[in-house]
């Protein structure tokens, strides 16, 4: 493993989870990973998730974290690692806010604060950046030497957050997490101190959304083994409830579970500094 103190040394990887054919982003730092791919009828061509140490089969539930998992367990090597999504790509150096992200910010304070009716929909507002896979690919090329400036400060990398104008995390989860979830997966958290972190975000209206960070490896498995132990025990209780949970729904949980664990880090000190996402829009 490089040596932390020389960012020249450092490998980065950063797994873009893909379930379906759309662009495949691929560059150095950029690894494309097909998940699910143990049961899928298609064959992207890209890193399998099904291979070596993997819980591909059970795509259904975990959605992006089977990419998670097997970084995890299979890539030994890079010094930092992080996880993003075929429509949503961390990108870094781009500075604060553009002029569409300024209007963004006005609509959720006019509906938080005056309860003003917005466009069907928006209820929440994210800090996504736009922009179509042409645009993308060619902003990716420079994002290797981005990340390394930032590196150079910071060991952990988090997307800005998502704000919920009229609802509280929990009340927007609710949708499709239950109260009972709730109370399980709060109570299969054995840190206390991420447990408070947790019930502090429920009531709270902002959060990190999408399992997506990158992370030094020294993180990186500390925050692994807290997200499947959790799981690992949420899915114990449930089993011994006998209740059956609807596909993604472990899924769901680990964006709750990996919110708090960054708010954890940064509460406890950890570097930190945010990014963008690159939410692509003709995919």
């Known amino acids: 493993m490089a040596n932390y103190n020389d960012d020249e040394l450092h490998r980065i990887r950063i797994y873009l989870a893909y379930h379906k054919n759309s662009t495949i982003f691929r560059n150095n730092m950029y ?7 143990k049961t899928s009828s298609v ?31 299979n890539d030994l090597d890079s010094d930092f690692i ?8 961390p990108v870094f150096g781009l500075g ?18 005056f309860m003003l009716s917005l466009p069907s929909g928006e209820y929440y507002l994210s800090q996504n950046l736009r922009m179509r896979s042409s645009e993308l690919e060619a902003l990716l090329q420079g994002q290797e030497s981005s990340i390394r400036e930032i590196l150079a400060e910071s060991i952990l990398l988090v997307p800005r957050k998502t704000y919920f104008a009229t609802n509280c995390v929990k009340s927007f989860f609710n949708r499709v997490v239950s109260d009972e979830a709730f109370k399980d997966i709060e109570s ?12 502090r975000m429920q009531g709270g209206n902002e959060m990190y959304i999408g399992n997506i960070c990158v992370m030094r490896r020294d993180l990186f498995n500390p925050y692994c083994e807290f997200i499947f132990g959790t799981l690992d025990n949420f899915v114990k209780i449930s089993d011994e409830k006998g209740i059956k949970y609807s596909s993604r729904y472990l899924g769901y949980l680990g964006e709750l579970l ?5 708010m954890h880090l940064q509460e406890i000190g950890v570097r930190w500094s945010s990014f963008d996402l690159a939410e692509v829009t003709d995919v």
């Open 31 to 37: 690894r494309p990973i097909h998940v699910g791919s």
């Open 43 to 73: 064959d992207l061509a890209i890193e399998r998730d099904d291979v070596g140490n993997n819980i591909s089969v059970k795509n259904h539930q975990y959605a992006e974290l089977t990419a998670l998992y097997w970084a995890w367990k």
């Open 82 to 89: 992080g996880l993003g999504h075929y429509r949503r790509i």
């Open 96 to 113: 604060q806010l553009r002029y569409k992200e300024w209007i963004n910010y006005l609509k959720y304070f006019i509906k938080k604060y």
């Open 188 to 199: 299969s958290i054995l840190d206390e101190s991420i447990r408070e972190v947790f019930v």
């Open 258 to 262: 990996t919110s708090s664990y960054l």
